[in-house]
Nanobody, 130 residues
């Protein structure tokens, strides 16, 4: 059973940067696409970014495109979310998740939805002040 642990959140000012990390236990990490979602207080969880198992293809929510970058290091069982030019509306809990199915090659479509994932981390809080 894969377990995911996020880190790197914090309190920053608008315009600052943060890099989130999500470390996975288990040997099968490299076979699965990974996603990042976020949830602001009183709002539903929303898709942020996804990356296929090889790292060769990525997808982003329109609200973060051009500011956030998802990447992965399969040798370290870790997926990253580099967040630049942060805005107050980026505030929320950030969660990484593992794809339900291995070796998916199409990053768009299903991977934008939470039901595509079967394992979630506990989340890391990002707070952006104006």
């Amino acid at each position: 059973q894969v377990q995911l642990v996020e880190s790197g959140g914090g309190l920053v000012q608008a315009g600052d940067s943060l890099r989130l990390s999500c470390e996975a236990s288990g040997r099968t990490f490299s076979s699965y696409a990974m996603g990042w979602f976020r949830q602001a207080p009183g709002k539903e969880r929303e898709f942020v970014a996804a990356i296929i198992w090889s790292g060769g293809s990525t997808a982003y929510a329109d609200s973060v495109k051009g500011r956030f970058t998802i990447s992965r290091d399969n040798a370290k069982n870790t997926v990253y979310l580099q967040m630049n030019s942060l805005k107050p509306e980026d505030t929320g809990g950030y969660y990484c998740a593992k794809d339900r199915y291995p070796l998916r090659t199409v990053v768009d479509g299903a991977l934008r939805f939470s039901h595509a994932y079967d394992t979630w981390g506990q989340g890391t809080q990002v707070t952006v002040s104006s």
